[in-house]
């Protein structure tokens, strides 16, 4: 351990957590998408199209068409909840992880990044799961699908920073309801998830555009279809690859401050 | 958990010996039974909706957005489905009141279950309360009542939001509130009883487990004619699909004789899971 470099150490701690905690994490990130994926195969998939490729969904079943989508959801909503109450409760509550930390050679800059590097670390696990479970579906029908490996946790990233910058900050987990229901919850439904967003009225469908799920969704759809437009997959990867960086910019800002506290 | 207990028994006799007693104490031991559950739930008003009323209010608005993504998206792709009575209805009116009884469902599962641990074993608030003229009892009582009321009045607003919508075929479609206030009230007692049992906060996540197949499976998403007969079976015997089958024969107008037999499974339920929540915090709570 005395090898590590400042940077990991933090992420040496998050794992000997979740080692002894990984296996509350399974509901949420392998039978969710199992059950999620089973559900739409079984029923919803059987009433749109009878279960057949639609030229209204780029040539393919409902199923293939909502489980790349699904993939990207599944990294928002871990990272969230990583970037909402485990940040909180490192900084406040449960732990006071961020404190200890603190107390030893490790910066606040070591603590943000480190933190982030675990989120992108669980996000990844999550990812790998549900790829497995989609591809056993038959959604996956291109090897290029193993690049929504980096989709999962550049997502994670573009959620989990700039939601980090502001939970450091939180006196109270009270108002993290409302970042579950009036982002993740819109973002998860409106996103190009569940129909295409060219059934949105065109003001709301220019708001899915600036939100960072919209191009992680279009980014592995392209993947697990294996036609993947470079220009356009460049220009959602950049976008991902902004936020992530502006939100790990604003977040170490934040950790300054709050942690000087 | 016998040391805390006791120790809030201490803290309750040392009070009475060393001040006067405030006058709500022996209003609430001596008046009728209800309103020592009822301060314990004014309580939770005071801390959960008047502190942060906000966070309630971002609740109502839940509906609106699972309405609407089913509305102008996904009931496109699907069309018409064929409702209780064989009549084909849009997707979003035949989806709407699984969703009610879902939401029903999940309030009383995020009222009642990390937070009565929370209480229990973190904050030890109930150690506190059954040091004042509250039982255990009132304790399990308060927590599901209050999470009860929270389910009518989500559901009252999801029903205005159905009929905003379009969703709704009929004037038997206001019984869809009680209904889904009767499937909130087994959930919320449901999950009381397994948050007694609970020994980390690790273990909510076998709820969501539990919660998250009967939201899918439900027959909420997709008539159960979708499915082969013995999964039917399966799906009719689960709770939520009780509540489910209740709200779509309201809200669809096609009210019938089964009505009878899922609100007795309700009913059953939610007394069976409230007799179990009393006698395991009233164990938990006796020094």
Partial sequence: ?261 | MSGSGSQAGMLGSASGAAVPAPQVGPQLAQGPWLRRPLAFASRNFSVQVRAVPYVWASGLIEPFLYLLSIGIGIGHLVGRLPGPSGTLVPYATFVAPGLLATAAMNGAIYECTINIFAKLHWQKLYDAVVATPLSPADVAIAEVGFATFRCMLYAAVFLGAMAGFGDTRSWWALLCVPSATLTGAAFASAGFAASCYMRSWTDFDKIQLVAMPLFLFSATFYPLSELPRWAQLVVEALPLYQGVALCRQFALGYPSASALGHVAYLAVLSSAAGALSQRRVTKLLTP
């Fill in chain 1, 1 to 261: 351990m005395t090898a590590l470099p400042a940077a990991l150490r933090p992420l040496s701690y998050f794992w000997t957590v979740y080692r002894r905690t990984w296996m509350a994490d399974l509901s949420t990130t392998f039978f969710t998408p199992l059950l999620y994926l089973a559900s739409l195969g079984a029923g919803l998939g059987q009433l749109i199209g009878h279960g057949r490729p639609l030229p209204s969904l780029g040539g393919q079943t409902y199923l293939a068409f909502v489980a790349p989508a699904l993939l990207a959801a599944t990294a928002m909503q871990v990272a969230l909840a990583q970037g909402t109450y485990e940040v909180w409760g490192a900084r406040n509550f449960w732990s006071g992880a961020y404190r200890s930390m603190q107390a030893s050679p490790i910066s606040v800059g070591h603590i943000v990044s480190g933190h982030m590097l675990w989120v992108a670390v669980r996000v990844e696990i999550a990812t790998a799961l549900f790829l497995g479970v989609s591809s056993a579906f038959g959604t996956v029908r291109s090897p290029e699908a193993l690049a929504a490996l980096v989709v999962g946790p550049l997502v994670g990233l573009a959620f989990a920073a700039p939601i980090a910058a502001y939970s450091v900050t939180a006196r109270h987990d009270q108002p993290f309801n409302l970042v579950f229901r009036l982002l993740m919850l819109p973002l998860f439904l409106f996103s190009g998830t569940f129909f295409p967003l060219s059934q949105l009225p065109s003001g709301l469908r220019w708001l899915a555009y600036l939100l960072p799920l919209w191009h992680g969704v279009e980014l592995s759809r392209a993947l697990y279809a294996g036609h993947f437009p470079v220009l356009a997959g460049l220009g959602h990867f950049a976008y991902l690859v902004g936020v992530a960086g502006a939100g790990l910019i604003v977040a170490r800002s934040s950790y300054q401050r709050a942690l000087a506290r």
